[in-house]
């Protein structure tokens, strides 16, 4: 099995832009797409980048998902910070049929 | 109206069992399905996989030989069998749908409590 490993917080000012890396310890992160999920405190998760890079319908256009081989990492970033972003990020991935999910990292919005 | 409803949580002792559900409503239930795990005050862990007719399943290494996932297609019903459960089985457990690899639909979970 693999590891996705998150930095455990990031802070930014409103409008400005953080990027969240997740980092595969085993196999390509190329191999096997990659999903981040939004959770707000006490709710559910909920999807923001699904496929590396898609973003499911009524996600803003300030998220983006991208793939980097030679760091073996994948990365959300978050432009044009609001206040309704600050919540907890996962990365998502799997390899055969056993699913693995980051470590986490919480975005706060000073 | 795409909806997934967990329930059966609750209160356990250690060596002991306990059945969770999920009813799935608003879609055809004949997407694989999984359940997922957040320890109070930390991240999410995936637990199992179920395929659409139940004749495949996988399991995390922490819960194999422990916990069972099964489905109802007829009842529109997820279940986990969670035997000889320990302290660290502590969790709200989440049912998840998947659809292209992606987790696109949560339930609302249901706290599972391990403890003498």
């Known amino acids: 099995n693999f590891m996705l490993t998150q930095p455990h917080s990031v802070s930014e000012s409103p409008g400005k832009t953080v990027t969240i890396s997740c980092t595969r310890s085993?196999?390509?992160?190329?191999?096997?797409?990659v999903q981040w999920y939004q959770q707000r405190p006490g709710s559910s998760p909920t999807t923001v980048i699904y496929?590396?890079?898609?973003?499911p319908s009524g996600v803003p256009d300030r998220f983006s998902g991208s793939i980097d081989s030679s760091s073996n990492s994948a990365s959300l970033t978050i432009s044009g910070l609001k206040t309704e972003d600050e919540a907890d990020y996962y990365c998502?991935?799997?390899?055969?049929?056993?699913?693995?999910f980051g470590t986490g990292t919480k975005v706060t919005v000073l | 109206e795409v909806q997934l409803v967990d329930s059966g949580g609750g209160l356990v002792q250690p060596g002991g069992s306990l059945r969770l559900s999920c009813a799935a409503s608003?879609?055809?239930?004949?997407?694989?399905m999984h359940w997922v795990r957040q320890a109070p005050g930390k991240g999410l862990v995936w637990v199992s996989r179920?395929?659409?007719?139940?004749?495949?399943?996988s399991y995390a290494d922490s819960v194999r030989g422990r916990f069972t996932i099964s489905r109802d297609n007829a009842k529109n019903t997820l279940y986990l069998q969670m035997n000889s459960v320990r302290e660290e089985d502590t969790a709200v457990y989440y049912c998840?749908?998947?659809?292209?690899?992606?987790?696109?639909?949560w339930g609302q979970g249901t706290l599972v409590t391990v403890s003498s």
């Open positions: 998840a749908r998947e659809y292209g690899e992606n987790f696109d639909f």
């Open positions: 608003g879609f055809t239930f004949s997407s694989w």
């Open positions: 179920i395929n659409s007719d139940g004749s495949s399943t």
């Open positions: 085993s196999g390509s992160i190329a191999n096997n797409y």
């Open positions: 496929k590396d890079n898609q973003r």
């Open positions: 998502q991935s799997y390899y055969l049929n056993i699913h693995v």
